[in-house]
């Protein structure tokens, strides 16, 4: 079997590749097609671990779902992870290798396309189909002699190309043809269609702006996407849709008459990771979370997470030279809840040290003192996928939770008294703690990335923060338990309703060549 191949680039980042990946995936594979996605290179701070501990793209295991399969490592050969302005870890097929700056990383690129080639054979040996996705633009010409994600792939393996454009952002027709004639003859060629993302209102007002451009191009239109914002869930892997969220000083007098709701806000760090962590709360009803920013005031809210970061020793040192930490811990002085997630849990110790220079040459900084613990930043790095129970009683002690761990660091208790809060349980039989609770419930963290997305847990802490907070006795009433699997499920199958409707799947199936 040799997969066929169709590949969707964009005229930009943040069009719409990611959504519309997956959402193609879902419609083939409804269809009965062996269907997987890939994208060679992916820089993005939100990721994966594969059940084999393999690190990739959060959007690539997504996508993955969307086909109704395990995310593997083969779907994203590549990831980029920045660490700094200038910086970022390089990992291949998985694991990390080295940390480059983006002039060493351009000359490593050909050495990266080994392991881009040897992932898309051994896929296309597996099915029928593999969706490709691009990144950012294939216009961006300094780039183009070392290119192995966008057309520099496409040429090499002679993938039809679908180009998005994002009419939301305005100048979608001067970018659909402005991006074309910066691309070779040959590049050109590849480009089979385009498609606009994003549009509000009457798609029959493009018409004519869709046939000036096919006349003038020759490249005909797959279709005009509607926008459906969050009616639709799908897991975001760029940190740009935080900019959607609003970010604003809270006060009492701001929060007079939601009451009901717990409002939950997240500090969007500067080197911010794996925030889809919070999606499962962001989509409780009885939830109103905020990302904000580190010198933003803390009243009014109940709970304060601190998330993961690709560089914890940096983001916390901005956190106190912004003041938040005395907030903080102020905060829980008057009752607030705090908890942290991965670099975030870290942070809530007494202090980091990173004796090898491994995020930074800071060797030690100071944490937030919420937590009796230390971390040392370690060589080696854990990636791993993790069955656990939790072992706390204020949560619901035996509730079996299941996620993911990504970090370097080796955290130690400082103190006896120090109460866990997971019991992981490994594959060889070997079982370890994971995570700290202090303050009768009210400080906790953990490495456990996607603790939330369990709806029994997720459940049962709501209900104990509300009882905490609103004095609710029977708040487990107030908390549906709505499965956070099934709302992915039901918008993998909305959208790929949409894009039925919406694209001319005719050209599409007649470009892929999969007979249905």
């Not at 027709?173 to 606009?196: M, N, Y």
Request: net charge negative.
């Amino acid at each position: 079997m040799t997969a066929r191949l169709l590949m969707l680039q964009g005229t930009g980042s943040s069009v719409g590749k990611s959504a519309l990946v997956a959402g193609l995936c879902r419609l083939y594979h409804q269809r009965g097609v062996k269907v997987a996605p890939f994208k060679a290179q992916n820089m993005a701070l939100n990721s994966f671990i594969t059940p084999e501990g393999a690190e990739i793209g959060r959007a690539q295991a997504t996508q993955a779902e969307a086909c109704g399969l395990v995310p593997h490592v083969d779907m994203n050969p590549v990831l980029i992870k920045p660490n700094s302005d200038t910086g970022a870890q390089i990992i291949i097929h998985g694991r990390p290798v080295a940390n480059m700056n983006a002039v060493v990383y351009h000359d490593y690129k050909e050495t990266a396309w080994s392991a881009v080639a040897s992932s898309l054979a051994r896929l296309r040996k597996q099915y029928e189909l593999v969706i490709i996705e691009g990144a950012g633009s294939p216009a961006e010409i300094n780039l183009r002699d070392k290119d192995i994600v966008n057309m520099g792939l496409a040429l090499r393996v002679k993938a039809p190309v679908l180009l998005i454009g994002d009419i939301d952002k305005g100048g979608v027709f001067a970018s659909l043809v402005g991006t074309l004639e910066l691309l070779e003859k040959d590049e050109r060629e590849l480009i089979k269609a385009f498609i606009i993302n994003k549009f509000r209102g009457d798609a029959s007002l493009l018409d004519s702006g869709l046939e000036m451009i096919s006349d003038r191009t020759g490249v005909p239109f797959a279709g005009v996407v509607p926008w459906f914002g969050r009616d639709i869930y799908i897991p975001e892997e760029d940190g740009v849709v935080l900019d959607d969220n609003e970010s604003h000083d809270s006060r009492e007098s701001e929060v007079e008459g939601a009451r009901e709701k717990l409002r939950i806000a997240v500090i969007r760090l500067p080197h911010i990771s794996n925030f889809t962590d919070f999606d499962p709360l962001q989509h409780e009803p009885e939830v109103d979370l905020t990302y904000i920013d580190p010198g933003s005031f803390l009243a009014g809210y109940q709970l304060i997470i601190l998330p993961g970061s690709k560089n914890t020793l940096a983001d916390l040192i901005l956190l106190r030279e912004a003041g938040l930490i005395e907030r903080l811990q102020a905060f829980v002085a008057a009752g607030g809840a705090v908890i942290g997630i991965c670099g975030g849990f870290q942070m809530l110790g007494t202090k980091l040290l990173d004796p090898e220079n491994i995020e930074s040459v800071l060797g030690e900084v100071a944490g937030c003192s919420l937590l009796p613990m230390a971390t040392e930043m370690v060589l080696e790095k854990i990636t791993v996928q993790c069955r656990a129970q939790v072992v706390n009683p204020v949560f619901g002690r035996s509730l079996n939770v299941s996620g993911y761990e990504i970090h370097q660091g080796r955290t130690l208790i400082l103190e006896e008294s120090a109460e866990p809060l997971l019991k992981i349980s490994k594959d060889d039989g070997s079982d370890y703690y994971d995570g700290f609770v202090a303050g009768d419930g009210r400080i906790w963290g953990t490495y456990l990335h996607g603790i939330f997305d369990d709806d029994e847990f997720r459940k049962a802490y709501l209900n104990w923060l509300k009882k905490q907070f609103f004095r609710v006795n029977n708040a487990d009433s107030s908390f549906s338990g709505t499965s956070y699997k099934q709302r992915k499920e039901d918008g993998f199958n909305a959208l790929s309703r949409l894009l039925d409707e919406s694209l001319d799947m005719d050209l599409i199936d007649r470009l892929t060549g999969v007979r249905i």
